[in-house]
C-alpha cells in the first residue's frame, strides 16, 4: 500500500511538472484559440439565458462584440415580453475564435434562441491586428475569387444535396455575389464560409477551402495547425476513506472549467483532503485540460453538463445526442475516462433526455444556493450552512469570484461541522437513491 501511494506520489509530481504544462500550451480549445472568455448565467423563471463571447485584448474588436452581445440581449427580451408558450424561452450565446496568423483574427458567435421555434444562426466578425481594423474577403483577395469560391461551393453542395439544389433559395444563395459570403472565418490552413438556416438550405451548413487552393487568388500564407498532443492515462486512485455513518455532502459546480475559479476551488478542496463534482461544459473542457486532469487525480469528480449548454427539452434527440457524445468523447480525450453522471442545464428533461443519457446517471440537487442570482458570497454561505442536511447535493457554479469565494469558505465550515465532501456517485453511492428523484 505505502509503495503504491510513493508511485502515485511520484507519477503526480511529473504529471504536475512536466506533462500538463506542455499540454496546456499545445494543446488549447481547436475552437478557441484567443481571448479570455466573458460567461453569463440567468435562470428566470420567464426566461433562461447562458451567454460567453470572447475578449481578445483587442479593444476596437472587443466593443464591436459587446455591443452585438447587448443587441442580442435586448432583441431577445423583447421578443419574449408577451411570451405565452410552454417551455422558458432562451438565448445560448457562444464563440469560436481562430488566428490564421499573427494578424488576423476571426470570431464566430453562435446564437441559438428558442423561444415558439428554435433559431440557430452565427456572426462572423474579421479583424486585422496590423491594421487595427475589421477586414472583409475583398481585402485579402482577387476580383475573380468569388467566382472561383461560388462554383466550387455549389458542386460540393450539389454532391451532397442533389435534391435540395434545385430551389431557387440556393441558387440565389449560392451566387458569387459578397453578401452570400460574408459570414466565414480565417483558420490557420483554410477558409471557412456559412451559410446560416435559411439562406441555402432549410438547415446551417458550411463549406470550406485550403489555402493551397486558394493561392492564385490571394498572398495570404498557408500556416501549419498545432497538432493536438495526446495525453498520458490519468490515474484515478482513491485517495480517502470515507466513513457511511458520518454525514456527508456533494458539492457541485456547473458551467466551468474557469481557469481563475475552479483553480482556486481545487486548491480549497486539497487542503482539506476533500472531493467534488464538477459538471464541466465541453466547449470549456477543452480550454483547461490540466483542470480536468487536476480535478480526477486529485479524487474528485467530473460530470457532463452538455457541450454548448443549450436547455436539451428544446432540441431534436439527435442534437441531444451530439451535446452529450460531443462532451463524453473531450473530457475522455483529456482524462482517459467517461463520466458516468449528466446535469442537463436548467435541471430540463423529457424522455428523449433520459434516453440519451443511457446507462449515464442524471443528477440534479437538493440544495440551490443560487450563487448565480446572489452573487454576493456571505449570502450564498449563509444559504449553505442554515439549511444544509446531510446527502445534500449542493449546487454552485465555477462561474464567478463571489462562487469561489463562497465554495472557499463552505469546504472549511462544512469540513469544520462534520461534513464529509464526497463526489455525487460517492454519495449515491452510500444512500438510498430515491431520495434525489423529482429534483
Ligand atoms: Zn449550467
Redesign the pocket.
Known sequence: MKQKRIIILLCMTFFMSGCSKQALKENPNPHQEIGSEVAE?HIGTKAVT?VSYPKTGYEKLDTKIAQKIRKLKSDFKKDTENYRGESAPELNINFESYMKDKRYLSVRLLIYEHIYNNKEISQTLHYDIEKDDFFDLDDLFEDDFLPYVSKQARQYFQSQYPEECKRADFRIGISPVTQNYQEFVLQKDKLVFYFNPGTLFDQGVSFSMSFDKLAPYTDLEKEEKTVFVPYDDVLNEPVRVIDPKQPMVALTF??GPTRKYTEAILDALKEHNSAATF?VLGNRASNAPDLLQRMIMEGSEIGN?TYS?KQLTTLSKERIEEEIMHTQETIHKITNQYPSVI?P??GSRNDNVLSCARNKRIVTWTLDTEDWKSRNTKTIVNRVMNTVKDKDIILM?DLYATSAEAAIILIDELHEQGYQLVTVSQLYEYSDSHQYQGK
Open positions: 448565467l447562458s456547473d458551467d459538471f453538463h449548454h446535469r442545464p436548467y457554479h
